[in-house]
């Protein structure tokens, strides 16, 4: 069983909107920061968004804010990535991932996860 599972990928149409879910397994939700990653062809992973083990401290990449938001339901082992405002350059595999007692005071960068999904793709397009 994988420790993380992404759902909720698609297709929409710029300006409209998509969430996405990541449901975790196996380990104790709420001592890991979860982290929201994509990865476009040809471009290196991006991390958009982290949120701390008690859902206290998010934050979010300058390319995403504003438009993206992340929260999390320890209760349900899940974590969401709302996204609104969608545009053709956000086409991408989105991946989650979870850090051990990380609290995303910042980004917190990908070689810090122990964790990761096996992605889930985003297309934005007409």
């Known amino acids: 069983q994988l420790p993380l599972v992404e759902s909720g990928g698609g297709l929409v149409q710029p300006g409209g909107s998509l969430g996405l879910s990541c449901v975790a397994s196996?380990?104790?939700?709420?001592?890991?920061?979860i982290g929201w990653f994509r990865q476009a062809p040809g471009k290196e992973r991006e991390e958009i968004s982290c949120?701390?083990?008690?859902?206290?401290?998010?934050n979010y990449a300058d390319s995403v804010k504003g438009r993206f938001t992340i929260s999390r339901d320890n209760a349900k082992n899940t974590v969401y990535l709302q996204m609104v405002s969608l545009k053709p350059e956000d086409t991408a595999v989105y991946y989650c991932a979870a850090a051990w007692t990380r609290l995303c005071v910042t980004l917190i960068g990908a070689d810090d996860y122990n964790y990761w999904g096996q992605g889930t793709q985003v297309t934005v397009s007409s």
């Open positions: 196996g380990f104790i939700l709420n001592q890991y920061a």
């Open positions: 949120i701390s083990g008690s859902g206290g401290n998010k």
